[in-house]
């Protein structure tokens, strides 16, 4: 069974006869339907009857409402409200803009804004150099999406993509004190991202691209890097492969495997499988084979985008035409970054002793990770309420941090590598084994290792 998630945390208000013993009631309905308690409180009592707040994490939304019917179910008890923890912490926003500096007096208006601000614009005017020492664009940063790929929910637009643009905002902020800041922009041409990027770059100090679909990821990222003097990173294609090479190193370690020497299948070649297997050849791998939702990627079917024709030719699968359940026989790595139930049980067991499996599909893998564990050495997930996961916040804030200390306006392949093996470092070979092989998002010195890495590379 699917475990519960503090993304499907419920909050229910219930009331009951005193008499009836209400607590153990609902403590019984609750745990009968799978879910897990995580708070009780008596918020109100009276002689006759007793007001609780019981709060639960549960697996999905659907079982959120089953929990909820398996309480109203009981005679004794009425549910008189529920709420879903998630949409409480969404109210609002998640994010906002506080000032640095008082404004309490005239003379703190007087420095802050009219008449000393003229001053500012006019040095910056004669030196534009100064835009960086005189304002936020030393460290901020534009978080931009089209909304066209949005985590797993497809291309569901602008609006909808705004929550998960604040909390990359807060990411930045809490990990890297980096001022991050949503850019969802209600358009998906082309043309019209890279142009409108560009006439807004003035502010910021870096960009990153999110949730954009591919093939068309490829072609912003590189055109804007062409155009800006600011470094763009996609953080869909190289904050996942910087952890994933992190996660793959430590993880070759355990099983005593060379990543030169591993056979790896790939399951999703789009922006984030691609960038994947670019970085992971960067670092010596020789045996990719991928497969995308039409089958195995061997041959160019009229496709334009660069970064397809990249893959064909660096991971060429030899002779090999087969599907993705006869390619994982025998091999030693399977990464994906694709879609749910991809795997069956029988795909695992067939692969090599001491097998790695990250099924990162989120939120429901390739394969259900409990499953996985019984044939495979190591497995790595994209949730976290799993072990092992791989979490683009670890290299994400890190990078950025590096990037606008050093005042960096390009990104290399080198600067990857170099974050990823950072990454894997901060997993001493003490804390090393299959349940940890990269460290704690919450673990400081992951932005430290890794913004020095990228400064050292610059």
């Known amino acids: 069974m699917a475990s519960t998630s503090p993304g499907y945390g419920i909050t229910i208000r219930v009331e009951g006869p005193a008499s009836a013993q209400p607590v153990a ?6 745990l009968g339907a799978g879910a897990s308690i995580t708070a009780l409180d008596v918020v109100e009592s009276v002689l006759d009857r007793v007001v609780i707040d019981v709060t639960c994490d549960a697996i999905d939304a659907e079982h959120a409402e089953t929990v909820t019917a398996a309480i109203s179910a009981n005679p004794h008890l009425v549910v008189r409200k529920v709420s879903d923890r998630t949409f409480l912490l969404h109210l609002g926003g998640k994010i906002e803009i506080a000032s640095k500096v008082p404004l309490k007096t005239r003379d703190d208006l007087s420095r802050a804004y009219t008449p000393g601000v003229a001053r500012i614009s006019q040095a910056i005017a004669k030196d534009p150099a100064d835009l960086r020492r005189l304002t936020i664009k030393r460290n901020t940063v534009a978080v931009v999406t089209d909304g066209s790929a949005v985590l797993g929910l497809g291309n569901i637009g602008p609006g909808a993509a705004l929550p998960v643009m604040e909390g990359k905002a807060a990411l930045f902020k809490r990990f890297a004190d980096v001022d991050a800041w949503p850019v969802c922009l209600d358009t998906q041409d082309v043309d019209e991202i890279v142009r409108t990027v560009q006439i807004i770059a ?3 100090g870096g960009i990153n691209l999110e949730d954009i679909s591919a093939p068309r990821c490829f ?6 890097r062409e155009l800006l003097d600011i470094p763009v990173f996609h953080d869909d294609q190289h904050g996942t492969a910087i952890v994933v090479l992190a996660a793959l190193t430590n993880a070759l370690k355990i099983v005593k495997k060379d990543l030169s020497n591993a056979r790896i299948v790939l399951s999703g070649v789009g922006a984030a499988g691609t960038a994947v ?6 670092k010596g791998a020789k ?12 041959e160019n079917n009229g496709e334009n985008d660069p970064m397809r024709q990249w893959f064909i030719t660096n991971c060429a699968p030899g002779d090999f035409r087969g599907d993705i359940h006869e390619a994982l ?11 749910p139930n991809v795997l069956t049980e029988a795909d695992i067991k067939s692969m090599a002793k001491g097998s790695i ?4 599909a989120n939120p429901d893998p390739e394969i259900d990770p409990v499953i996985a564990r019984k044939y495979a050495a190591v497995v790595a997930t994209g949730r976290s309420d799993q072990p092992n996961q791989i979490n683009n916040v670890l290299a994400f804030p890190g990078i950025f941090r590096g990037l606008l200390d050093g005042r960096i306006t390009k990104i290399t392949d080198e600067m990857l590598v170099a974050a990823a093996e950072a990454i894997a470092s901060c997993v001493s070979d003490d804390q090393l084994n299959a349940n940890f092989i990269v460290p704690s998002v919450f673990d400081q010195n992951v932005v430290q290792k890794v913004a020095a890495s990228v400064k050292k590379k610059s």
């Open 25 to 30: 009631e609902i403590t019984q309905a609750i």
């Open 202 to 204: 003035p502010v910021y």
């Open 219 to 224: 072609e912003i990222e590189a055109r804007l």
């Open 277 to 282: 297997a670019r970085l992971l050849v960067a």
């Open 287 to 298: 045996h990719i084979i991928g497969f995308d939702k039409d089958g195995l990627v061997a």
């Open 329 to 339: 026989k025998d091999a030693d790595v399977f990464i994906g970054v694709s879609a």
């Open 357 to 360: 499996v990250f099924a990162l």
